[in-house]
């Protein structure tokens, strides 16, 4: 299977077939069925399908890469089964998350088997760079739980600065994604060159994914965002959106703003109307729009001056522009 011969609407089906091919045929039960159905709640597969089309970068046979792509995916959806627990999120993909299907206890131990499935399909990938693969894969796991320690921290903090935010999110979210594709050049045969530029190329799509995902929350349709609109504001989460807000606020705007977030009291459809007009009034919608395509063009460039195949660069591009198109 080559970028000649399928696209990406192809390869997530071809992805999707894979993960309904896992099964647990063992007890106990209630340990195994959140996991599928976690898996079923379904997503873009956004990361196991950059791990495979990175492998066809590089060579025509993607077998391999099966494994991986289904290991990245199984700890992706591991942290969101924690993190859904951690935030007493209801919805996941505009359906009942695993906590609130089972229970908390059920949704942290089903997790924690997931984390050890994922670990066991990169243990089977089959390639000469197997070691190193581990070594990306054990590095990713580490940042992502930095990452999301430093999400809790900033909970409990008033002075987190857009630079600290950044970092944060490369950390919980972006270095996933830029793992995957660089596994996927690993099992490839890629050199060294070429896999660490397209690991920075997946960094900087990454941010811009997850700043884009900031911005849904406040600016997105909740039909298919899957999940209610405004919940960053309710929880007074510091994202993108709102660091720039109260580092750009006039004073009196800083203080309407902290007294919107720190009415625990207010209507809810208020108090996200409020903070959105305030938003809107010190330019952070532009500001944040303006930052995604800042990184989603240097993202571009990364790609322009790699050497591979054209039909590479065409593919990674359609996956760029896939991202832009998220409904904003």
């Not at 000469?128 to 999400?151: M, S």
Request: hydrophobic content about 40%; overall charge negative.
């Amino acid at each position: 299977m080559s970028l000649e011969t399928f696209t990406l609407e192809s390869l997530r089906a071809d992805i999707e077939a894979w993960v309904k091919e896992i099964q647990f045929k063992k007890e106990p039960r209630n340990l195994y069925a959140p996991i599928l159905y976690s898996l079923s709640l379904g997503g873009k597969r956004l990361r196991p399908l950059m791990c495979v089309a990175t492998c066809s970068l590089f060579r025509d046979d993607t077998y391999n890469a099966r494994n991986a792509a289904m290991a990245i995916e199984m700890f992706h959806n591991f942290t969101l089964l924690h993190d859904d627990v951690m935030d007493n999120s209801m919805l996941r993909r505009g359906q009942p998350t695993v906590h609130a299907k089972w229970d908390a206890n059920t949704a942290i131990l089903s997790g924690d088997q997931m984390l050890i499935e994922a670990y066991k399909l990169i243990s089977d990938v089959d390639s000469p760079a197997a070691t190193l693969i581990l070594d990306v894969f054990n590095k990713t796991a580490t940042e992502v739980c930095e990452g999301q320690q430093y999400d809790m921290d900033f909970e409990k903090q008033d002075n987190v600065t857009v630079d600290q935010y950044m970092e944060m999110i490369r950390l919980k979210t972006a270095v996933l994604l830029a793992a995957s594709i660089k596994i996927g050049a690993l099992i490839g045969g890629a050199n060294i060159t070429d896999t660490n530029a397209l690991y920075d190329f997946g960094i900087n799509i990454g941010l811009a994914f997850q700043l884009q995902d900031d911005f849904l929350d406040v600016y997105g349709d909740e039909k298919t965002f899957g999940k209610p609109i405004g919940g960053d504001i309710i929880e007074g989460k510091k994202t993108f959106l709102l660091i720039t807000a109260l580092q750009d606020a006039s004073s009196s705007q800083k203080k309407e703003l902290l007294q919107w977030l720190n009415n625990e009291n207010a209507n809810r459809s208020e108090k996200i109307a409020a903070v959105t007009n305030l938003y809107d009034k010190i330019g952070v919608k532009e500001k944040t729009e303006n930052k995604i395509d800042e990184l989603l063009n240097k993202a571009m460039r990364m790609l322009s001056a790699m050497e591979i195949s054209a039909e590479g660069k065409r593919f990674m591009a359609d996956f760029v522009s896939m991202l832009v198109k998220r409904n904003r």
